[in-house]
Structure formats: structure tokens, C-alpha cells
């Protein structure tokens, strides 16, 4: 059951986001935009603390999920999100004081051999069956669009819905937007216990009459009762999916689009050119590890050979917040009034004005639309016991 809308005397809602990264502001921006009274608490003593940062910013609506077949809702509220994001790019620029880096470029895919020639197909036709933009590019649309791709592509398609954005630059533009529309910040304030009720006590003493968790792969806060007992919320941790990624310097006759390889894909923005990612589930520490990035920059120098000698700027570890089915959680938790936003995996930059939509409707006007019923955060928990009665009954 969704929470009712409750209206206060001077007409707001009074709500807590927990955690400052994209999806938190992201939600936080869109509630305040709704008429709500909004504070993040984030544990970092400023923005950034969380994986966000370390995101290569792509929006791949297409690339990303065109192939999961079993996935239709995350493939359209990936298609609803690509949609959303060149207003939201505008918003946040108006609002935030800038740009975001928002490119409308499109991505390449390229192909180097029969069997990746193979996988390109198929890619086009789900692309195709999805209603998907794609174009198929000749040699010579490569070497007009694309001249930096000398390292043996066989084949290449052209995503031009398939946007990226400076996550990093996004994420402090939407601080300074939020600031400016009068949602507090309460910074390194890790919540690690509220108290619920009709309302809910943060540990600075501040209440709220709802909370979005929002707190990436970090550790959920825990919840009691106004006597002391605690109350379940039924949400899963997060599995951790660390990525690494290899920052080099902008070259002469380097990439201008995103370009992905089945192995490596290289995203360039103005001040490097990000060659990523690891994906490594199970781990959570950040470690950069000089074999993984060298094969990093192996990978990205033999599709893009001018990127062979570009001197690295930096190298980053990042863990991404897993779930067992690969999508997010978003709404409302066991506990009415908490609302989680929670598992965006390797796609929270591209989710987040889709999520921020989609948690606003549950939040304040306790609505969820169809795209969010996919997305229940409490379907592992019903799974469980399916699976619970399921044994029982054998
Ligand atoms: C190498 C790599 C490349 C990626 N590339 C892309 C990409 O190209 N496109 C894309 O869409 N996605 C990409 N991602 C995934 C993307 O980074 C994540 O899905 C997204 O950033 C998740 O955002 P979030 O707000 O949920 O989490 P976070 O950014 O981690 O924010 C959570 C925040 O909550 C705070 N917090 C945690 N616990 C508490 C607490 N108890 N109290 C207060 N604060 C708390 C943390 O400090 C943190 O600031 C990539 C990830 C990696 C690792």
C-alpha cells in the first residue's frame, strides 16, 4: 500500500533523503519541486563521497539493456530515463549554476571480428524489436564521424539516443540546485538509527514525516519503534560490483563519441577520456589495481591507437550497488512512510531522473505508476517466503 499524501499546516511535507549521491539529489530535487520540505543527510563532509563520482556517465538506454531479453521493464524505464535526461540536463544547468557536460553525440558500437560482427547484429535487431534508434555505419560514415577509430573495426552501429553526461560535474550542479531551492544539507551525518512513529526522529534530533533511503552501497540505517523495539524494513543489503576505471589526458586525434568494444568502452569528456570498467561482483573495496587498469588501457589502445601513449591523468575504484535481479528498488519499504531508492548498478546516472519521478509519485502523492511496479522493494522478501511456502507445502 502506498503511503497517503499528508498535508501539514503551512501545505508540505516534511521528508528526509539519506545518502547525497545522484539518485538521492536526484529525488530530493524532484520532491522540492513537488512542494516538499527536503534535508539529505549525507555521511561524506561534502558531495561525492559515494560511487557516483566514479561513474563514466554514460546513458546507454540502448547499448545497455536493447539485449536483456528478460528485462523489459528495466529496458523501458532506461528508454523512459534517456528521455527524461535532456530536460533534466536542462534543469539542473539552469538551476545549478552551469553545464553538465551533457552530450548529444550518440555512441558508437564497433565489431573486430566475425563472432563480435554476430553479436552487433543482434544488438541492432533488439535495438529494432525495442523501437530503439540505430544506424548501421559504413566505413566511410567511421571515417568522417569517427576518425579515431583506426584499430580494426570490421563493423560499427550508431546509438544516437545513447547520451553521457559528467557525472562528477552533474553531481555538484545538482548540489548547488538543491541549495539554491532551499533543500538543506546535513553533511557528515552517517544515519545509522531512526526512530519511527507517525513521524520520524533522525539522530540530530530533526523530524520528518517521511524518509527515501538513498544510501548507494552503503550500509541501511536500522529502524525502532517510539518504546525502543525495532522495526523491519524487509530490504536486502546490496551485493557490491566493484569497477575500475583509467582516466587518461584528452589527445590530438582522440575519440569524440562514446565508443564501446565488447571488452572496453572509452568515454571522452573535456578535461580525460575515461577507459572503463571492471566489474567484479562480490567486492567491495577500492583498490586500483595496475594490471586491471593496464589492461584497461590495452583494451582502449587497440581500438583507438592514438590513446596508446596519452599519459594517464588517474585511475579510480568504484562499487556499485547490486541486487540479485540486476534492478533497482524504488518505493516503499515495510515500514509506511520509508521509501527506498536503492540498487541502481551500473546504471544510476542514466536511472536517476526516471527514479527521482518515480519516487516522488509514491512519496507525495502516494501514487505508483505502472513503470514502478516492476521495481518493488520488497520482492526479494516476497520471494523468499514464495519459496518458503513452496517448501512447506512439498
Ligand atoms: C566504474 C563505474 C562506472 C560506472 N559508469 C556508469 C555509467 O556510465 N552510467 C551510469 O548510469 N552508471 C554508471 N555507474 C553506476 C553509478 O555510479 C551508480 O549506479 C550510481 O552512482 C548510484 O548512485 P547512488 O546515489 O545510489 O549511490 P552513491 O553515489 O554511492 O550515493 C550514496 C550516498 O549515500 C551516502 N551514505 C551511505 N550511507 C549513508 C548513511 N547511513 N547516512 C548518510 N549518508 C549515507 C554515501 O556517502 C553516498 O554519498 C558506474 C559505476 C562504476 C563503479
Redesign the pocket.
Known sequence: MPAQPVMRNNGSLRIAV???????LSAALEMRARGADVAV????IQLG????V???????SAFDWALEADQRSLAALARHAGMLWPDFAARIERMGGGGVEFSKEGAIVVARSDAEIGWLETLAAACQARDLPVRRMSAADLKRDEPALTGGAKAALMLPEDRQVD?QIVLQRLGAALSRAGVGFKYG????RIVGGQVFQMPDGERFDRVVL??????L?AFFGPRGAPLEHGLIEMIPVK???LALAPVGGGPQHVIHARDVYIAPKSRWVLV??TSERGRADTEVEPASVAALRTRAAALVPALADAPEVTAWA????GTPDDAPMIGQTAIPGVFAA?G????????APATAELVADQVIDGKVSPLAGAFDPLRFDKQAEAAHSALQRD
Open positions: 539519506v545518502g547525497g549521491g545522484i539518485i538521492g543527510y549525507e555521511s561524506g563521497a559515494g560511487v557516483t566514479r561513474a563514466a556517465g554514460m546513458l546507454g557525472a551525518r552517517k544515519v545509522e538513498a544510501t548507494g552501497s552503503g550500509p540505517p569497477g575500475q576505471m572503463g570498467a568504484g562499487v556499485r550497488p536503492l541502481h548498478y551500473r546504471n544510476g546516472v542514466l536511472f
